[in-house]
């Protein structure tokens, strides 16, 4: 796992910034948490958002100043997904597309390795340092919340799994920035692709899914598997456990099959 190694050493500085950011997101999120703790003018408020609003925000019927409904809204509706998402995407984009555009991928194909082995070893290397900040963010999110109560009805193994289903979702997005760079060699389109996939469907979670004609297209959005329920308060999602890591596997394979034959630029 030589490839992967180094791939993680390269990632190393990086991994760190991000995860202190991270916890200081989680900590900035827990000690907000008092001032609305009880405030029915919140639910007051979003009673009256339209329906679009509240998809796209996590808002749902459970009270955003309950622990459960707060943590939901603030933190796997909107932030921890796209802290996630965002750098899953740029690990994705880089791993191969921004190696062959530095050139960089050839120098090391010129050692005694197969294409494949470089990249299973890199996708590797992605899915650990998207897992590691999925973690830091676990863990920082248990010890912030405890001291505010923020665990006050929330399923801590619900919360886990919700934390899970955010890496999946992310990972979703990097596999697909993966498989783009790995396919027409370029960080760029790795980058703009996956991204506007992720706000593409985004939208479509929240926007088409107030037409009733078209509700059945909302199913095609990894955002509606992802949060179709509460599951710090309502059970795991399995949607969100299993489909994302399938996709993944028919992205990655779709990656060796092209990387493995095409000319490098």
């Known amino acids: 796992m030589i490839v992967a190694a180094r791939a993680l050493h390269d990632r190393r500085r990086s991994l760190l910034w991000w995860a202190v950011g991270v916890v200081g997101l989680m900590a900035f999120t827990a000690a907000f948490f ?8 919140f639910d007051d408020l979003v009673q009256d958002l339209p329906e679009a609003m509240k998809d796209l925000f996590g808002l749902g019927e459970i009270s955003l100043s309950s622990a459960p409904g707060y943590l939901h809204a603030r933190v796997f509706s909107t932030l921890l997904p796209l802290v996630l998402l965002i750098f899953g995407i740029g690990v994705g984009a880089r791993a191969i597309g921004g190696a062959e555009d530095d050139g960089t991928l050839e120098l090391l194909l010129a050692q005694p390795v197969t294409r494949r082995r470089v990249l299973a070893e890199r996708y590797a ?30 399923s801590v193994p ?5 934390t899970v289903a955010a890496t999946l979702l992310a990972l979703l997005f990097a596999t697909l920035a993966f498989t783009v760079g790995a396919v ?13 996939t992720a706000v593409a469907t985004y939208l479509l979670h929240g926007v ?3 037409s009733d004609a078209a509700h059945a297209v909302r199913f095609l959005s990894p955002w509606h598997w992802y949060a179709e329920r509460n599951m710090l308060v309502e059970g795991i999602a399995p949607d969100a456990l299993l489909v994302p890591p399938v996709l993944c596997a028919a992205l990655l394979a779709a990656a060796v099959t092209v990387f493995d034959r095409r000319d490098l630029r």
């Open 34 to 41: 008092p001032a609305v703790e009880g405030e029915a003018t």
């Open 208 to 210: 088409v899914g107030v």
């Open 184 to 196: 027409a060699g370029r960080r760029s389109t790795a980058l703009g692709t996956a991204t506007a």
């Open 158 to 162: 619900g919360l886990l799994a919700a």
């Open 125 to 154: 290397a992605m899915v650990a340092l998207l897992v590691a900040l999925g973690a830091v963010a676990a863990a920082s999110l248990l010890a912030v919340a405890v001291p505010v109560d923020l665990l006050d009805g929330v």
